[in-house]
């Protein structure tokens, strides 16, 4: 269980995540959005649009877990999410629903008690998860995909 800091230190990450992803992003063409961050990998715009996809979930789940007993939680295939034809809308549209979640989660956050934080879902892939599961798994996965899309800009001199 983290400590209070490490979760304010981990809730900084998620509250931050919209505008570090937007700044990466933002200036790409059409074409660098369509290129895949690697050998097998989703383009960049289907990985910013599973970033909203993904955390939307995990909102969910969160809520889920605070207000049920031991809810079981819903898994979904990210694979072929990431094929709908959402993802070829215009970025915008993700950016303005990961900044309004993104806030929405680090307020419900922000307002557990140390009760709530030991509260309890069953995910069917990973078994028990608590909110600190929850928030230390979606700190990291912003993490990554950032880290995922700046080894491309960076190998591709963009």
Known sequence: MPTV??????????????????AIVKNLSDDQLATPCG????TVRQVVHHLADSHMNSFIRLKLILTEEHPTLVAYDQEIWATLPDVE?????TFSILRGL???WIALFESLSEESWRRLGYHPEIGDITPDDLLVIYARHGEEHIEQITRLLTAKGW
């Not at 809308?89 to 549209?93: C, R, V, Y």
């Open 5 to 22: 800091a490490e979760r304010q230190a981990l809730m900084t990450k998620i509250a931050e995540l919209p505008a570090n992803i937007e």
């Open 39 to 42: 050998e097998g990998e989703w």
């Open 89 to 93: 809308l215009p970025l915008e549209h």
């Open 102 to 104: 993104h806030k929405r």
